[in-house]
Each structure stands twice: as C-alpha cells, then as structure tokens.
C-alpha cells in the first residue's frame, strides 16, 4: 500500500508511529434474545447479534475508523461491545467495558462506537457485560493489511468456542456455589458443532497446490485448545494483532482470546483414501490442566475432539474422514511462546530500566482461600488484595478519585509521563510473599486493554524478585494482548504507558473474570479528561442517565439482587 505522498505501508512499517489515512465504515448490531441450535441441541435463551452466531462480520481496511451503532433490544439484560485488541489510542470512553469506561447499554437504547484502526489482522468483538458473550454476544473482526508471507485463497474468521446449553447465568452460579465447577457442552466451529451424536461438524473445502489463510480466533469461555489439520502443517504468520517472523508446525495452542494466523498448503504429507481431513481443535481437562471437561466432548477420547472435515476438490465418498490426528502433538495449556521463538516483524527493543521499580508491581492472581465475607460468603479469584467488585451505575472512567479508593474496584496507579518508555508489570500464579492466601493459582489467559504488550518472561518456576528480573527478554521479545500464565510460575510483561485512560487487565476465562480476577490500569489520570474532551465524557454521562432512568422504571430488574458477578 502506497500513499499519495509515495509512502509505503507493509508488514515491517511500526503502526504505532505510521498508519495509512483510510474511509469511516458503518455497522449496525442489534442485540436480542432467541432460541438458537449451534450443535442439535436448543439453547432457549441464546444472545445473539443480529439473529446469529457468531455475529455479523465486521470487515475494514487497515487505518479506516470504525463506527459500530450497538442497539440492545434483549428486555432483562444491559450490555456494552468490547473491541478485543484494539488499541483505541485516546479513546477510552469506547473500549467498551461496563462500569469502567461507560454505563450498560439498557434495553431500547444505541450507543455508538467510533475509532480509529490503528492495527492490522483479525481479531473479535464481545459483550463485555458479565459473561453475556458465553451465551452468544460475540463476532469476528477483520481488518485488512499486510501479512508475513504469501497466501492465495482466504476463508472468513474461524470462531472457535465452547458452547453452552444453559445460560451462562445459570453456569456461573456453580464458580460460586458449586456443585462441580461450571462447564460447556460442546465445541463449536463459526457456530456449528455436535452434542450427543446430533448436529454437524463445520466444513471447508481445499484445491490442490494452493495456499489458504486461516484466521483463527478462541472466543471461548473457559476452553483452551490445540488447533489442527490432520496430514497438514501450518505455517503461522501472525500472533493477535501481529505479524511475526513465519514458522511451520502440526498443531498450535491457542488460550481464550488468542489469535493465529495460518497459511495451509494444500498439499497433504499423506494422502487420505477419500480426499478428507479433519479439523481437530483438542482438549486436555482436569485440576492439572486449564479446562473443566465438557459435558458432551471426553477429552480422553481424541476422536471425541474433531469439528470439523476439509475435502478437498476431488473427494470422493458420503463418509468421514478416516484420518488420525498428528501423533507429535502434545495437548497441553502451554502458550506458544513458551516452547518456541515468536520473533515479531517490527522490532521493538526493551530499554531498561524501566520507568517504575517492578517490586511494587509484582501482583498476585489465584483463588483467595480466606474470601468469604462479602459477595455471598464464597470464595472469589482475584489479582489484587480484593477481588473485583463494580457498580454498572459508576464507571471508573466518570469517577476516577473515587475509583482510586475503592479496593473493591482494583485500580492500580500507572501514573509515568514518558510514552516512550517502558513499564513492567509482574503477575504470579498463587501466593507469592503478600502474605494472602492464594494456593490455588492455576493457569491463566492474561488479557491486557488499549495495549499490545511484551512477554519479558513466561515461567512455571516460582519468581524470585532478585534473581528472575536477570532473565528478562528485552531483545524483540514476543508481543501481543493475551498471554498464558503458566501454574504455579509467572509471566512479566513490559507495555509503554502512552495512552491515558483506565485499562482493564483481567482473566479471560470468564468465569474468573465474573469472580474478580481483574484490575484497572489508572494511566496518566490527570491527562484522561483532556485527552477524550468534553463530547466523549457527555456521550459516558448521557449513556449512565439513560441506564439509572432504566433500572428506576424496571423495580424488577434489582441489581442488588441480580449482580452475582464482577460486572465484567
């Protein structure tokens, strides 16, 4: 891509500092609740984007901005769309992220999303209101751009999820109550998958020689998978939002959030029989690993894991597939990164040290096993000293003193001026020396708001203050906007403090989340106002107007009853 003034845009040009001038794109979404069949079993209650899942396809071009009108027509849920990845530089009022940067959108009202694309690749859009995107209120993103090698043929955006049968209201009672801990039904492929013998698995045709790129996406609530195609190697070209040095595998892992780009050769390392192949996107389960089984896929049963049959042109037959999955993959909760070199194309080097003493920002996430005051007396996961707890009434963003004293709302200072220089951030799987007991640490995906961070280190040993900080990778280390943190182990990760507003870090397991395992990145606190002006705080007021206006005219819709959750 080439300007007007002779300036080439490619996959080495640092869009933190040149993004191309592109056109204003415009998409309605309505919201509303329906019945919906994704794997031969009825969900009653379904969440769904204009009558779909997964929601419409937002496409744009790489510098265009972005208006996305967001109606809510569901008559006992609020809502607001999150923009998962998007850099929203000075655009914090449309991260969308109830209770932090706005009020819920309440029923029979639009709010409007406008920014800029900074970025490139693809990403999703999801409610970030409660866990109403596990019951459906979710949709692919694709913003086109450069990539890191050749392709000839693209599909759309591969969502992958589980799927829930109850509502995930009802599933989210069990992380408070039990009994056992809330799970899927069932893995679904861009909204179709099987339970129980019904349903259909997804499918996708390839022709001879050439090279297909897939975008995939886990828009899952508590799956972790191992993505791959039988008889093909992926050759990975981009990791969320960026494009990094190509490499060849069998199988890639990919945590709730995460984003790959593959190219596929179509050219089998052994030929199939009938000219098919499956889709595989597997599973490992139990208190070892980072899923609750689902009800209807045995993760024991590697068959159990097949969603989906590419068929090539000249396939033959009615039957199934009869090949076997890649028998090096190893199925695990392991990020890529933490078995292989991811090299990004735009270098970024890490100067050290950075602007804040990494000892005060060492935080520790886990199940706190003495949190059983308030919030129903159960135990809750949480990141800081307090679980998180919001009130939809009060977002950070028009409170931010307040919020600031509130342990409840887990805001944490990031107050340094120099946006060109880094910040580190250390977060431990279980207690460290806080002195809070959190034994239940556990395996995370780490998703971090309005920024592409670094990976400095990502371990399953213990962090030490004085000696891990040594080891830190600040030669173009890995980079992205969610990263896995390993059991038992840390990751610490560096991100430049350029973009004021409050940024949410948290889970993406959403039933964590919904129990509190999240903070709030207070950047530049002085400069927020300024930065958004006064039409971005009136659009925040007049939305929290309209929802407090709601909820005095719905008595039946009672907050302190109905909230069981972090409002995230």
Known sequence: MIDDKGFEY????????????????????????????ADGTVKDFAKLINKEYPGTLIEACWGDTLVVNVKNSMARNGTSMHWHGIRQLGTNHMDGVNAVTQCPTNNGETFQYKFKLQQYGHTWYHSHYSSQYSDGVAGPLLIHGPNSDDWDVEWPPLMISDWLHNTAFQEFNKE???????????????????????????????????????????ASTGLHFHFSIDNHILKVVSTDLVPIEPYTTES??????????????????????????????????????CN?????????????MRTGIISYTDATGTSDPSTSGQTSVTIGCKDEAEVRVL???????????????????????????NATGKHFGVRHWSITNTPMWLNFSDPTLLNLDNAKS??????????FRDGDKWVYMVITSGSLDSGIDKSLGGTHPIHLHGHDFVILAQNTTKYDRKNSPKYFKTDNP??????????????????????????LLHCHIAWHAGSGLALQIMERQDEIASTLGTTAINQVQDGCKKWDDWLDATPSFNLTEVQEDSGI
Do not use: C, H
């Open 10 to 37: 490619n996959v080495t040009t640092d869009y933190e500092d040149f993004t191309p001038i592109g056109k204003e794109r415009v998409y309605n979404l309505e919201l509303t609740e329906e019945e919906f069949t």
């Open 176 to 218: 408070l109550f039990g009994p056992g801990l809330p799970a899927g039904d069932s893995i679904v492929v861009n909204g179709t998958g099987r339970f129980n013998g019904k349903g259909d698995y997804y499918k996708n045709t390839f022709e001879p020689g050439k090279r297909y790129l897939i975008r995939i996406i886990n």
């Open 252 to 289: 890639i892992s990919v945590g709730i959030g995460q984003r790959y780009s593959v190219i596929v050769e179509a050219k089998p390392t052994a030929k199939s029989n009938d000219g098919k192949y499956w889709l595989r996107t597997e599973y490992v389960a139990g208190f070892t690993g």
């Open 292 to 304: 609750a089984q689902l009800r209807g896929v045995d993760p024991s049963k590697r068959d159990n």
């Open 343 to 369: 090299v990004p194309k735009v270098k970024w080097n890490i100067t050290s040290p950075p602007q804040n003493d990494v000892d005060d920002y060492v935080f520790e996430a886990g199940q706190d096993q």
């Open 406 to 415: 509130n342990p409840e709302y887990a805001v944490v200072d990031y107050n």
């Open 478 to 503: 890995p980079r992205r906007d969610v990263a896995m943190l390993p059991g038992g182990g840390y990751l610490a990760i560096a991100f430049k403090p350029d973009n004021p507003g409050v940024w």
